[in-house]
């Protein structure tokens, strides 16, 4: 359980830094109340987290040894294009692409709301925007490896600790922080930690 939680904790919280999501939390942020942008977007990773590890759970049940060769694959697949990525970004703090995709997905949930928001529409749009920008990223995918080879339990809650870390963050301080963010350092290292937790999985397969 506490490998599990483990390396959800690390690949969420670092995967997550500076991506599509976090950029969205940091806009709806800049716009509405904190506390409602916060609530919206965790329920919407924490609804995604579980979603992911019940399809990594279930898929847990087909033969182990597909399922052990599927996870390593992943890893190493996931690990080898991030580091690739990292290595064609440019040296400035926030990768600029990730914020127009950001913003254009805001744009876009603005249009389908009121002006005048009340709470619900606020919280319905950073659940939606959230969701679906969540919605088979690389963090998903790993969840749901994860969730295959490890206690359930543990990646459920290592997951959703590290999307809460991370929500927070963009929330709270996202603004002064999103110039500061080396998207290419964070992309580099999760594609280093993708490669470390898929030489574990081979040596526990072993």
């Excluded at 609530?39 to 590890?53: D, E, P």
């Excluded at 994860?146 to 996202?174: Q, R």
Aim: charged share 15%.
């Amino acid at each position: 359980m506490l490998t599990g939680f483990t390396a959800a904790l690390l690949l969420i919280t670092v995967s997550e830094l500076g991506d599509k999501t976090f950029f969205i939390a940091v806009i709806l942020a800049m716009r509405h109340s904190r506390l409602l942008v916060f609530a919206g977007v965790i329920a919407a990773l924490a609804a995604m987290t579980i979603l992911s590890v019940v399809l990594g759970h279930a898929a847990s049940y087909l033969p182990k040894v597909y399922v052990h060769f599927a996870e390593i694959a992943l890893f190493f697949a996931f690990g080898i294009k991030l580091l690739f990525d990292a290595s064609r970004m440019p040296t400035s703090s926030c990768d600029a692409e990730v914020v127009h995709e950001a913003e254009a997905a805001v744009k876009q949930g603005d249009l389908k709301l009121p002006k005048n928001k009340n709470t619900l529409a606020i919280l319905t749009e950073a659940f939606v925007l959230t969701f679906m920008a969540e919605w088979g990223d690389r963090t998903q995918i790993a969840t749901i490896a994860l969730a295959a080879g490890s206690n359930a339990i543990g990646v459920t809650a290592g997951a959703i600790l590290g999307h809460a870390i991370c929500a927070a963050i963009a929330v709270i301080g996202g603004r002064m922080l999103a110039g500061r963010i080396s998207e290419r350092t964070l992309t580099f290292f999760g594609g280093f930690l993708f490669l470390v937790f898929g030489v574990v999985a081979a040596i526990e397969g072993a």
